[in-house]
């Protein structure tokens, strides 16, 4: 099991003291939390892609540059690359040049994102999102898996003797998870090409999602790849902690009532409820994740969702603390007990070199 956090990186008003971040004090704040996350032993770091305000991580490579020439283990992940309005010749070419200075540290989520203006700004039609999704990753995998590559389609111009460069890194290509919390059209890509599917499932109910889950399990079974407990999955969360559940409810609260992803609908505890959303003691977090095996069965990689709704840097810094001091090496432990053997490890270059180039 590989466990990380994930951020957004929205720029949000703290409501208990009416201060909005700066940009610059968000973009930072990410690096800060990043380093943060290999200091207290977690093993992933992913970051959003948004072209809007009040988000800030435009450029998601040029953020995990930066943080690979400072972190030693790290693995360097997205929680959106948009595959969509992204050119899939940039995306070989920038991730490869990523995997290149991150010594291998580096995989990516692929997914369409959640804002509909995204599409015109970047050429697009957001009624084409599912083929373009399609189509854009059918041309990127076959950037990254050929060196000379003759092609055409729908969206974009035709290419004819292109390598893109650098090649990728021992010439295995980053490990891709496609990013899904609604579409079985996703699900099945994934399944088809074998890679990682992951369900960011901090919204919506666990039935919605086992069903993708399911889904992706038999497909990917069904296209050879392995068995379906065979299949790569990750999983989102999101938590606040404190040593009293009580003063962890009193702290987040003004945070989750005004926040733009969770305020002015369902209560706290009617989210808490109906989603992963846990807000509580470590033993309470423990005990909520590891429920989701018993939903989704064994699987490889779990994020937390810690640095939103306006919370300031140091209560996220404390937060990571605890996870990786308290919560963390409980779940190591308690995820391995009864791990069947032949379900994989999560994803690593080391791992996966020997077995692609055999």
């Given amino acids: 099991m590989q466990f990380g956090i994930f951020s957004v990186g929205d720029v949000t008003t703290d409501p208990t003291t009416g201060r909005t971040p700066t940009e610059h004090e968000r973009i930072k704040a990410m690096v800060a939390i990043a380093l943060k996350a290999e200091e207290v032993?977690?093993?992933?770091?992913?970051?959003?892609?948004?072209?809007?305000?009040?988000?800030?991580?435009?450029?998601?490579?040029?953020?995990?540059g930066y943080i690979a020439a400072k972190t030693?283990?790290?693995?360097?992940?997205?929680?959106?690359?948009?595959?969509?309005?992204?050119?899939?010749?940039?995306?070989a070419e920038d991730f490869a040049m990523l995997q290149h200075l991150a010594d291998g540290r580096v995989d990516l989520m692929l997914g369409r994102g959640n804002t509909g203006p995204v599409y015109p700004w970047f050429g697009q039609d957001i009624r084409q999102g599912i083929p373009l999704a399609v189509e854009n990753y059918s041309l990127l995998h076959k950037l990254w898996h050929?060196?000379?590559?003759?092609?055409?389609?729908?969206?974009?111009?035709?290419?004819?003797?292109?390598?893109?460069?650098?090649?990728?890194?021992?010439?295995?290509?980053p490990f891709v998870w496609h990013g899904s919390i609604r579409s079985p059209e996703i699900a099945e890509q994934a399944a088809y090409y074998g890679d990682g599917f992951f369900a960011n499932n901090i919204f919506w109910p666990k039935e919605h999602f086992m069903r993708l889950i399911h889904l992706y399990r038999q497909r990917y079974a069904h296209y050879g790849h392995g068995t379906a407990e065979q299949a790569v999955v990750g999983l989102g969360g999101q938590v606040f902690m404190r040593k009293n559940s009580q003063d962890a409810v009193r702290e987040f609260r003004p945070y989750f009532d005004v926040a733009p992803v969770?305020?002015?609908?369902?209560?706290?505890?009617?989210?808490?409820?109906?989603?992963?959303?846990?807000?509580?003691s470590p033993q309470q977090v423990i005990d909520r994740t590891l429920e989701f095996r018993d939903y989704f069965g064994d699987y490889q990689r779990q994020l937390f969702l810690m640095d939103h709704a306006g919370l300031p840097l140091k209560t996220v810094l404390e937060q990571l603390d605890i996870l990786g001091e308290e919560v963390v090496p409980v779940l190591r432990k308690e995820f391995a007990k009864d791990r069947p053997a032949e379900v994989p490890d999560g994803p690593t270059h080391a791992a996966r070199v020997p077995a692609v180039t055999a």
Avoid at 45 to 63: D, I, K, R, Y
Wanted: charged share 20%; no cysteine.
């Fill in 262 to 280: 969770y305020g002015h609908g369902p209560s706290l505890e009617e989210f808490m409820a109906e989603t992963p959303l846990t807000v509580g």
């Fill in 146 to 173: 050929e060196d000379v590559v003759d092609w055409e389609g729908r969206f974009r111009t035709p290419l004819q003797g292109f390598t893109s460069t650098p090649r990728p890194l021992d010439g295995v290509p």
């Fill in 72 to 91: 030693e283990r790290l693995i360097l992940s997205t929680a959106t690359t948009l595959i969509t309005t992204n050119d899939p010749v940039k995306i």
């Fill in 41 to 64: 032993g977690l093993d992933v770091f992913a970051t959003g892609e948004h072209h809007n305000p009040p988000f800030v991580p435009s450029s998601p490579t040029t953020m995990l």
